[in-house]
């Protein structure tokens, strides 16, 4: 269905080296109305754990440089979502996807999608800060120098901590070890890792859900500002947080289904769904 759907829709599939480069428009009459610059647009996507279905025919649109977030109870398939737009699920030997996930136009479940090159595009942060056992330095510059990026490195990683709200602190320190760093400090460094290599799209999995509130309102504030220059989609257990920080808000409910997605304020003062009501209001969940 993949490949038959993009012809019939008159896509062009060129790309760069990733695969995931062009910029053509998904002409499908089921986006998400109220979203005009999307990035990342999935049709049907249904995702099974072996026999279990863990996501059911999601169709949602992301849009450009703003923040979404994805809200919904436990086993709703929060993750598994996020999972798959950057093709992380693929690292589930149980996992099959069906549907598509379109990145700029181009689905990236094709077989010429090179996955690796593909999540150099869409970041990811996650639960647990898991900087590596280098020092800081060393960590924002790995990918750097795995990209065979590293001219002016020592400016490129000042960069990649500034724009993470790190630099400041750890300016002093950049040859100590990243593990040596608070928890909130280490999921900032996670970040700065992250963007050095310059990705789009950057998938926050509760990124602050270890942290305690003061660390978490650094990490809120700063999800705020990355939206400025990135595409930012993040789970998170906490209506409030997704109230604070996001421009539109994805409900996932049990079943896998995606029930409502629209802007934040809509969802949080006006869902038009009871059910999505019910559940921002706490009657279950
Ligand atoms: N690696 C896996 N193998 C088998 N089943 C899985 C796997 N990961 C998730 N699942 C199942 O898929 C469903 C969706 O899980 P997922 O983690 O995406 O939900 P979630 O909404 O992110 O949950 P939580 O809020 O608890 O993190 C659940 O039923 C879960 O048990």
């Known amino acids: 269905m993949t490949a038959n759907r993009a012809e019939s829709e008159g896509r062009s599939d060129a790309t760069g080296d990733s695969g995931v480069t062009s910029m053509t428009e998904i002409a499908s009459p089921r986006g998400s109305p109220g979203v005009e610059s999307p990035v990342i647009q999935s049709r049907d996507l249904d995702v099974f754990y072996g026999e279990t279905q863990a996501l059911d025919g999601i169709t949602?649109?992301?849009?450009?440089?703003?923040?979404t977030a994805l809200i919904g109870p436990s086993g709703c398939g929060k993750s598994t979502f996020l999972r798959s737009?950057?093709?992380?699920?693929?690292?589930?030997?149980?996992?099959r996807v069906e549907g598509d996930l379109f990145f700029h136009g181009k689905?990236?479940?094709d077989d010429d999608v090179d996955p690796v090159a593909l999540r150099r595009k869409i970041g990811m942060i996650f639960q647990q800060p898991n900087p590596f056992p280098k020092s800081i330095f060393d960590n924002v510059a790995y990918g750097l120098r795995v990209q065979g990026k590293d001219d002016d490195l020592e400016e490129q990683v000042r960069t990649a901590l500034e724009r993470a709200a790190l630099l400041e602190e750890v300016e002093d320190q950049l040859?100590?070890?990243?593990?040596?760093?608070?928890?909130?400090?280490?999921q900032r460094l996670c970040i700065a890792r992250a963007i050095a290599t310059d990705p789009e799209v950057i998938l926050m999995d509760e990124p602050a859900s270890a942290l305690d509130p003061v660390a978490t309102s650094k990490i809120e504030d700063l999800v705020e500002t990355l939206a400025e220059e990135y595409t930012v989609v993040i789970v998170t257990h906490n209506m409030q947080q997704a109230a604070r920080i996001s421009d539109k808000t994805a409900v996932f409910l049990t079943g896998g289904?995606?029930?409502?997605?629209?802007?934040?304020t809509k969802i949080f003062e006006n869902?038009?769904?009871?059910?999505v009501e019910d559940y921002i209001t706490g009657k279950f969940g």
Do not use: C, H, K, W
């Not at 949602?60 to 923040?67: A, F, G, H, L, Y």
């Not at 995606?258 to 934040?264: H, K, M, N």
């Open 257 to 264: 289904e995606l029930v409502e997605f629209d802007d934040t």
């Open 107 to 109: 689905n990236v479940y």
């Open 85 to 95: 737009i950057n093709r992380m699920n693929d690292l589930i030997d149980v996992a």
């Open 60 to 67: 949602m649109d992301i849009p450009e440089r703003r923040v």
């Open 271 to 275: 869902p038009e769904s009871q059910r």
């Open 175 to 186: 040859d100590s070890s990243g593990l040596d760093l608070s928890g909130g400090q280490q």
